[in-house]
């Protein structure tokens, strides 16, 4: 009797693993299906005939490249691709240069105004800058800056600068002082503790930032579409929004060939450096 | 060796560089007396004319452009607090080196000293130097000058050079508040504004966290595949998806009402009909909150996955031993250690959606219909304000007196959440 209820009980344990694991399977399928099927829905329309106007997931062909072919022949899309590939290098390199010095200057030096102005950063960081927008535009127009690529970079760097060096600061914050004090009793200077001995220990951070600063342009729709007027001076983000802004006339297998070459590249940038991000997102949002 | 009086020299150096040459600073003394005449020539020859320009904003139209005066004011303003905080600093160099004289300390005396210190000394200052530049010409300026520009009737009557723009002072927020039509588009944009934030920032963060509590179980096979996929929204630029599900959801071409809806109905003992994404303003909600779900979970994925693996097995075997319940371990072993960690990326979470435009405007334009004042019914704040500055009648001052608002708030509860992130620290 007493060995039924045991083999009753192991079945139970065993029927309520079993229903666990379905159930744990089955919400992961679930929610791999609702991630993937809107994606490939874009993916294979890149491929399908201009004139298709269904935006569904339909393996029926026939297929064909040529939406990619009148992308860069019949639109501005390389112009436009161009454009802002020369924006997202421009910011990235300058906001990832200026975001680490500052953070390494507030993680290892004190100085006269040092918590002041760390404050201070706090506080512009929590400013929604892009609302600003007409200020922008009045500026750009004093500065003769409308329309054209530099200024727009100046306002990507600029906007990124309090947040990222308060993320710099912490993560410099984490490469413990000894190492550069025993440097320092080796007579390494400034530089070369900044440079041999830290900035090795950081490469993920500034990795995770540079690909960060290099997404901000690409991502913008707001400031690029207020401060940008000429057709040939777009970023790719405001002109793709062009082939479906018209109702009546959507080209959505032009636009999915294009957005197709933005994801990729992007897509592939973002896994190959996928493997900083946890130790990066957990040091930062310890840190606020 | 005489004692220097330091309150002396504090005195001596309200004329800038006076107190360095009584301490024997020549080169000091001679590099402040400099910025202050630098500073008052800039003054006489720009710096009056740029402050007197702020408040008249021009008195000929067609000549004065007023926004242009705005900002070369607001410059002279910004440039002033800077020369009075290198007065301040000046006097009390003027007094501290004095006392370090007192005490027989060395000071640099001569250029080729006063430039070693410099070296050593300013470093600091040097290397955060470019990003003070870029953010008061990015940032301090534009806000600044978004601040003043809410108390003036800068409007598409007004657009300068042809016409002057004047101050008004609260009028601005006056018609916000008090003037029906506009109180009542306000009144709805905010109204919505907070809904969608909320319900749309918990949704992801509740999607994130379950799921990866869900994904991180020990039995699960193929983790690294589900983890690649689920990143996938996260990796695919935020534009391109939004574009694409506006696509989607298309009334009469997309995959939703033309493929989901049909497929969930061969399986469902009810008919679920059509639905209006587009052209309803309720459907248009909802699916922009299932779309940020779907767009924003996998960044609070990859931050709760991270902590549950450094959280120590040896608490969940304890747990177990005492006979606890997997719903005991999550509430008190699994949330806590979260919480500890992610609560602050949470909250920035609600203050990203605030102010999330690009999702509203281009999944349906902000749209559909009209709640007056220009905004659509599915319009927030901030793409109100976008829709007050563009079109064919701009009302600028009206859309940075709605973005004084906007900052206001947003600046609140991030103060609010740091304030509380520095109690986290200090546990």
């Not at chain 1, 079945?11 to 993937?36: D, M």
């Not at chain 2, 989607?248 to 994404?277: E, K, M, R």
Request: positive net charge; charged residues 10%.
């Amino acid at each position: 009797m007493a060995e039924q209820i045991k083999i009753k009980k192991a079945g139970s344990i065993k029927r309520s693993r079993f229903l666990k694991h379905f159930l744990t399977y089955l919400y992961l399928v679930i929610l791999a299906v609702i991630i993937i099927y809107p994606l490939l829905i874009t993916t294979m329309t890149a491929f399908k005939r201009s004139d298709v106007v269904a935006f569904t997931l339909d393996f029926s062909g026939p297929w064909t490249l040529n939406n990619f072919k009148e992308l860069f022949t019949n639109t501005l899309y390389g112009t436009w691709y161009g454009n802002t590939l020369v924006i997202s290098i421009f910011t990235m390199i300058i906001q990832v240069a200026v975001i680490t010095l500052a953070g390494y200057t507030y993680s290892r030096y004190n100085f006269v105004g040092k918590k002041w102005s760390l404050t201070f950063f706090l506080v512009v960081q929590m400013v929604p800058t892009m609302a600003a927008l007409t200020a922008y535009y009045v500026l750009g127009m004093l500065l003769g800056g409308l329309d054209h690529d530099w200024f727009l970079t100046l306002i990507y760097i600029g906007g990124g600068i309090p947040m990222n060096t308060w993320l710099m600061k912490g993560y410099f914050d984490t490469v413990p002082y000894d190492f550069d004090e025993s440097a320092k009793l080796d007579g390494a200077g400034n530089f070369t503790i900044f440079w041999k001995i830290v900035m090795p220990l950081v490469k993920p951070m500034i990795a995770v930032q540079a690909l960060w600063a290099f997404m901000g342009p690409f991502g913008d729709y707001m400031t690029a579409r207020y401060l940008l007027r000429e057709e040939s001076n777009l970023t790719v983000a405001v002109g793709l929004q062009e082939f479906i802004s018209d109702p009546k006339d959507q080209q959505v297998a032009l636009f999915a060939a294009g957005a197709i070459l933005i994801a990729l590249p992007i897509c592939a940038l973002f896994f190959f450096l996928q493997r900083y991000f946890v130790t990066g997102l957990t040091a930062g949002g310890a840190k606020g | 060796m005489e004692k220097l009086d330091p309150k002396k020299n504090m005195w001596l150096s309200l004329l800038p560089g006076l107190g360095q040459f009584k301490n024997g600073q020549k080169a000091k003394g001679c590099i402040f007396l400099g910025i202050f005449l630098l500073f008052v020539i800039e003054m006489i020859v720009f710096g009056a004319g740029a402050l007197k320009g702020l408040v008249t904003l021009g008195t000929v139209a067609g000549r004065d452009h007023s926004m242009f005066l705005m900002v070369r004011g607001t410059l002279q303003v910004l440039l002033t607090v800077i020369f009075v905080i290198f007065y301040g600093a000046n006097l009390l160099d003027a007094k501290h080196t004095a006392e370090k004289i007192n005490q027989g300390k060395d000071i640099p005396k001569t250029f080729k000293e006063l430039g070693q210190s410099i070296v050593e000394g300013g470093f600091p200052y040097l290397l955060t130097f470019p990003a003070y530049i870029l953010m008061i010409f990015t940032i301090i300026l534009p806000v600044f000058v978004t601040l003043l520009m809410a108390f003036t009737n800068y409007d598409f009557n007004h657009i300068p050079p042809a016409s002057l723009i004047s101050w008004i002072g609260l009028q601005n927020f006056h018609d916000m508040f008090m003037l029906s039509s506009y109180r009542a588009t306000f009144n709805a944009v905010f109204g919505w504004t907070v809904i969608w934030t909320l319900c749309a920032s918990t949704l992801q963060i509740v999607l994130g966290v379950f799921t990866a509590v869900v994904a991180n179980q020990d039995f699960i096979k193929g983790k690294k595949i589900f983890g690649i996929i689920f990143l996938l929204p996260w990796a695919v630029p935020a534009f391109v998806t939004i574009m694409s599900f506006s696509n989607i959801f298309n009334d009469s071409a997309g995959a939703i009402n033309v493929q989901v809806i049909p497929f969930l109905n061969h399986f469902l003992p009810v008919n679920i009909p059509q639905i209006s994404w587009m052209t309803d303003p309720f459907w248009t909600k909802v699916a922009l909150i299932m779309i940020q779900g779907w767009l924003g979970f996998p960044y609070i994925y990859v931050l709760v996955t991270g902590i549950l693996q450094s959280i120590s097995q040896d608490l969940y075997e304890a747990a177990t031993i005492d006979g606890a319940t997997s719903l005991q371990k999550f509430n008190h072993i699994t949330l806590p250690a979260i919480l500890g960690v992610a609560a602050p990326t949470f909250v920035t979470q609600y203050t990203f959606n605030f102010n999330n435009f690009s999702i509203i405007y281009l999944f349906n334009n902000g749209g559909p219909g009209d709640v007056g004042g220009g905004a659509g019914n599915s319009d927030i704040l901030i793409s109100w304000i976008y829709k007050l500055t563009t079109g064919t009648t701009p009302q600028y001052g009206l859309a940075s007196a709605v973005t004084l608002i906007i900052s206001a708030i947003v600046i609140c509860v991030s103060l609010a959440v740091f304030k509380k992130t520095r109690a986290f620290e200090m546990d």
